[in-house]
């Protein structure tokens, strides 16, 4: 079992920057595959980020990539998320979430594959 806990939701200014962070329980976390997912109010939850075991490879949903950057820390069992450029259609729930894969440089972008997830930050964008 491992216990998800996100951290760095809050309000910013359209162009500002935040840094979403997520700490896992366990012993194993370097054999999860991490994502990062989000949900806008009346949305489904989407796809944003996802990172490899040994954090080699990264892959980003369209509408954040070259924003957004995917990180993780093994040794301290955190996964990060830094979002620049944010514009208010970033406004949402972001979560994270855990696949335990055994060590692999793929990643997991579909929300239904993944096995552990977090309560979630909310992330509020202004105009």
């Known amino acids: 079992q491992v216990q998800l806990v996100e951290s760095g939701g809050g309000l910013v200014q359209a162009g500002g920057s935040l840094r979403l962070s997520c700490t896992a329980s366990g012993h194993t976390f370097s054999t999860y595959v991490m994502d990062w997912f989000r949900q806008a109010p009346g949305a489904e939850r989407e796809f944003v980020a996802g990172i490899s075991t040994s954090g080699g490879n990264t892959y980003y949903a369209d509408s954040v990539k070259g924003r957004f950057t995917i990180s993780r820390d093994n040794a301290k069992n955190t996964v990060s998320l830094q979002m620049n450029s944010l514009k208010p259609e970033d406004t949402a729930v972001y979560y994270c979430?855990?696949?335990?894969?055994?060590?692999?440089?793929?990643?997991?972008?579909?929300?239904?594959?993944?096995?552990?997830w977090g309560k979630g930050t909310l992330v509020t964008i202004s105009s």
């Open positions: 979430a855990a696949k335990r894969t055994g060590y692999t440089e793929g990643v997991r972008t579909n929300r239904k594959a993944m096995d552990y």
